[in-house]
């Protein structure tokens, strides 16, 4: 089974690291569009785009299906994409389903990039899981960038991370204490766990879609036949650019890691 996956750059690793923690006999491609990145801050159309051509690239290699790691490519292109394509293309999906339910009647906040917070997508999936109003909302568009820097605990960062917090704490009359749940809606927000600990009550979960993706991806795929062990692994792409530089590969190997 050749399974290809795309991002816009280091965030999908999420995906994988839970794809090869849960479907170790799989090869996997795996695509980081590097060269248009971050989604994020883009149309619409530009992520259509883009999208399409990392799923007609990732099919010429041989993709038995395709899993968009990334939730602003989701809810931007998956409606498209799989029209076009005759494989299955999986997307993935902010967990607010899954947050609502164990809120325990307190607040979620789901941090997405701002094309996510706009897209209809989210707001459909808000309105049929979130009866009590429970789910805000909070773009963060400069985490994207810092990941691709593998920058996970600069000071920068974590002045980024307090100043936007206490904006939108201060906005929209909250305190940290009323979030049991936070949602990654992006998956390059994952890196960041540990810089977002701190601002939030001790017991507060942080939660986020790759394994409900996986999950779906390996029933879609149930009965299609095993890669040959040869052929395990992951080959990686930087927009079309198969990466074969060591220090490169070494990065992604360190990242994957990072996510253990």
Not at 110 to 137: F, M, Y
Not at 183 to 197: D, P, Q, R, S
Request: charged letters at 25%; a negative charge; glycine letters at 6%.
């Amino acid at each position: 089974m050749k399974i290809g996956m795309f991002d816009s750059g280091i965030g999908g690793l999420t995906v994988l690291a839970k794809a090869l923690e849960l479907m170790p006999d799989a090869e996997y491609l795996y695509y980081a569009d590097s060269d248009n990145a971050p989604y994020g801050t883009k149309t619409t159309d530009q992520v259509k785009e883009y999208s399409d051509r990392a799923v007609s690239f990732l099919i010429s290699l041989g993709a038995e299906a395709v899993v968009i790691a990334c939730n602003t490519a989701t809810s931007a292109a998956a409606s498209y994409l799989r029209e076009k394509y005759p494989i299955p293309i999986i997307g993935v999906e902010p967990a607010v389903k899954p947050a609502v339910a164990m809120c325990e009647g307190k607040h979620v906040l789901v941090l997405a990039t701002p094309l996510t917070v706009r897209e209809k997508k989210l707001h459909d999936l808000i309105d049929r899981v979130d009866n009590a109003g429970a789910v805000d909302l909070l773009a963060m568009p400069e985490l994207v960038g810092h990941a691709e820097k593998a920058d996970f605990d600069s000071d920068e960062l974590k002045e980024y991370v307090e100043k936007t917090l206490e904006g939108f704490f201060a906005e929209n009359q909250r305190t940290a204490s009323d979030y049991s749940v936070v949602v990654f809606g992006c998956t390059h927000f994952n890196h960041f766990k540990t810089v977002l600990e701190p601002f939030f009550e001790k017991n507060t979960a942080f939660i986020d879609g790759a394994e409900g993706t996986v999950k779906n991806m390996m029933n879609i795929t149930a009965g299609k036949r095993l890669s040959d062990p040869a052929d395990r692994g992951i080959r990686y792409f930087e927009s079309g650019r198969e990466v074969t530089e060591r220090d490169k590969l070494d990065l992604y190997e360190m990242l994957l890691a990072h996510l253990k």
